[in-house]
């Protein structure tokens, strides 16, 4: 979805574009089949929320981030070196740490136990922090840094997705109860939930969009995926206290697992328009330098500084001539 939508925007040549608060991109077929693979993604994503902790389902989002980098490196030419592919083995090694040590959230399951979570004092101040920090980037840090700062808009979307997860969880529970014969429809709480899960998602598609136009999709997805996973990671301790009852060892797990995760996509877009040569290796790594048959002028043909003459070549010849005249 990041690459077809980064070729959408790339294709509106001379109109107004997304980072410039333009929406010309609505016409581009190929951003439209960027957001029906994302609305795919989310369908999985939504069922995944629906019987995993969120703990754990957010941070495997990072095979997105190595599927985007792969594909990147093939429609956008970019680079994928020997960084990016040792990240993507951190990666993937993090993400399996993650899954062995995932945390068990409180059971959730009707939406009256969701009421009385999101009643929760510190859930309450987690969402008007999240609430009043979002609209301060939005209308004082966006019209000033956000067309030089990326960390502005992807802030936004990690902010707010925080909050769409939480509704996502409470519409998993909804339609749990429904397919149980319950009557959910006549519940007002997930209608609620629905209504601001359209909210959210609508402001994570614009301002993810505005980051994209701006920025290198290689400098906003790693980003995006590791403050939007903090930010979920966040969340959901505080709402469904998936860490309160955690032994030492899963918290450590866990823990390392994620900054295992966060170093591998650092490693991934950090040095991806590096190029790798051998003349970045040691020296004793580089062709020529550890051959042991190859003679001492040509493995190294600048002598040490013990080998040199102490004087010059001219000096010494006419030291010579004065012992001569001398005899």
Request: hydrophobic share 45%; with cysteine.
């Given at each position: 979805?990041?690459?077809?939508?980064?070729?959408?925007?790339l294709?509106l040549?001379?109109?107004?574009?997304?980072?410039?608060?333009?929406?010309?991109?609505?016409?581009?077929?190929?951003?439209?089949?960027?957001?029906?693979?994302?609305?795919?993604?989310?369908a999985?994503?939504?069922?995944?929320?629906?019987?995993?902790?969120?703990?754990?389902?957010?941070?495997?989002?990072?095979?997105?981030?190595?599927?985007?980098?792969?594909?990147?490196?093939?429609?956008?030419?970019?680079?994928?070196n020997?960084?990016?592919?040792?990240?993507c083995?951190?990666?993937?090694?993090?993400?399996?740490?993650?899954v062995?040590h995932?945390?068990?959230?409180?059971?959730?399951?009707?939406?009256?136990?969701?009421?009385?979570?999101?009643?929760?004092?510190?859930?309450?101040?987690?969402?008007?922090?999240?609430?009043?920090?979002?609209?301060?980037?939005?209308?004082?840090?966006?019209?000033?840094?956000?067309?030089?700062?990326?960390?502005?808009?992807?802030?936004?979307?990690?902010a707010?997705?925080?909050?769409?997860?939480?509704?996502?969880?409470?519409?998993?529970?909804?339609?749990?109860?429904?397919?149980?014969?319950?009557?959910?429809?006549?519940?007002?709480?997930?209608?609620?939930?629905?209504?601001c899960?359209?909210?959210?998602?609508?402001?994570?598609?614009?301002?993810?969009?505005?980051?994209?136009?701006?920025f290198?999709?290689s400098?906003?997805?790693?980003?995006?995926?590791?403050l939007?996973t903090?930010?979920?990671?966040?969340?959901?301790?505080?709402?469904?206290?998936?860490?309160?009852h955690?032994?030492?060892?899963?918290?450590?797990?866990s823990?390392?697992?994620?900054?295992?995760?966060?170093?591998?996509?650092?490693?991934?877009h950090?040095?991806?328009?590096?190029?790798?040569?051998?003349?970045?290796?040691?020296?004793?790594?580089?062709?020529?330098?550890?051959?042991?048959?190859?003679?001492?002028?040509?493995?190294?043909?600048?002598?040490?500084?013990?080998h040199?003459?102490?004087?010059?070549?001219?000096?010494?010849?006419?030291?010579?001539?004065?012992?001569?005249?001398?005899?």
């Amino acid at each position: 979805s990041f690459v077809l939508k980064k070729k959408g925007l790339l294709r509106l040549c001379g109109r107004a574009r997304a980072g410039q608060g333009g929406h010309a991109y609505l016409r581009e077929w190929l951003w439209w089949a960027g957001l029906l693979c994302m609305g795919v993604g989310e369908a999985a994503n939504f069922a995944a929320y629906a019987f995993a902790p969120a703990t754990l389902v957010t941070p495997l989002g990072a095979l997105s981030v190595l599927v985007s980098a792969v594909l990147s490196s093939i429609f956008l030419n970019e680079q994928l070196n020997v960084h990016g592919k040792i990240g993507c083995m951190l990666s993937i090694l993090g993400s399996t740490v993650m899954v062995i040590h995932a945390p068990q959230e409180e059971e959730v399951s009707s939406l009256e136990s969701m009421a009385e979570k999101l009643k929760d004092p510190g859930f309450i101040v987690f969402a008007v922090c999240v609430l009043v920090s979002s609209l301060l980037l939005i209308f004082v840090a966006g019209p000033r840094y956000g067309q030089s700062n990326v960390l502005v808009y992807v802030l936004v979307c990690s902010a707010i997705g925080s909050l769409s997860v939480s509704c996502v969880k409470g519409l998993g529970i909804a339609l749990k109860e429904l397919f149980s014969g319950k009557p959910v429809l006549k519940e007002p709480l997930g209608w609620v939930l629905l209504v601001c899960l359209v909210i959210c998602i609508s402001i994570q598609i614009n301002y993810l969009n505005k980051a994209l136009d701006i920025f290198n999709t290689s400098v906003v997805t790693p980003i995006y995926y590791v403050l939007f996973t903090t930010a979920v990671m966040t969340c959901s301790a505080i709402l469904f206290k998936e860490w309160q009852h955690m032994v030492l060892d899963n918290i450590i797990g866990s823990i390392s697992g994620f900054l295992t995760i966060v170093s591998g996509i650092f490693l991934l877009h950090a040095f991806r328009d590096m190029p790798f040569t051998p003349s970045l290796l040691p020296l004793f790594l580089q062709p020529g330098r550890a051959d042991p048959h190859l003679p001492w002028s040509s493995a190294d043909r600048h002598q040490s500084c013990q080998h040199q003459p102490l004087l010059p070549s001219e000096d010494k010849g006419s030291q010579s001539a004065e012992e001569e005249e001398e005899e």
